[in-house]
Nanobody
Framework: QVQLVESGGGLVQAGGSLRLSCTAS????????MGWYRQAPGKQRELVAT???????NYADSVKGRFTISKDNAKNTVYLQMNSLKPEDTAVYYC????????????????WGLGTQVTVSS
């Protein structure tokens, strides 16, 4: 099994910055992709940003130019630097990883963290 633990959420004023971190632990054989998704009240969960093991990143149009995703492969950790935050960025942010474990065979699954609240006040 793989566990994802997020940190770094909180309350910030519009225009401010926050940095989210997510560390994967467990019997990890490899991680193909890590990323961040968010879910605002009454809305569906949506992609924020992803990054592959090779460093290719992808962003939602709504965060391009404001958010930066990065990773530390050695630590199985992904970061999300969020700048110029807006009230509409308010949501629970979830870490996601597509990871493989090995227990005599390779098992690849999507894993989710429990989420961290980000609140941006106007």
């Amino acid at each position: 099994q793989v566990q994802l633990v997020e940190s770094g959420g909180g309350l910030v004023q519009a225009g401010g910055s926050l940095r989210l971190s997510c560390t994967a632990s467990g019997s990890i054989s490899s991680i193909d992709v890590m990323g961040w998704y968010r879910q605002a009240p009454g809305k569906q969960r949506e992609l924020v940003a992803t990054i592959t093991s090779g460093g290719l990143s992808n962003y939602a149009d709504s965060v391009k130019g404001r958010f930066t995703i990065s990773k530390d492969n050695a630590k199985n950790t992904v970061y999300l630097q969020m700048n110029s935050l807006k009230p509409e960025d308010t949501a629970v942010y979830y870490c996601n990883a597509r990871a493989s474990t090995y227990y005599g065979y390779i098992d690849t699954r999507n894993y989710w963290g429990l989420g961290t609240q980000v609140t941006v006040s106007s």
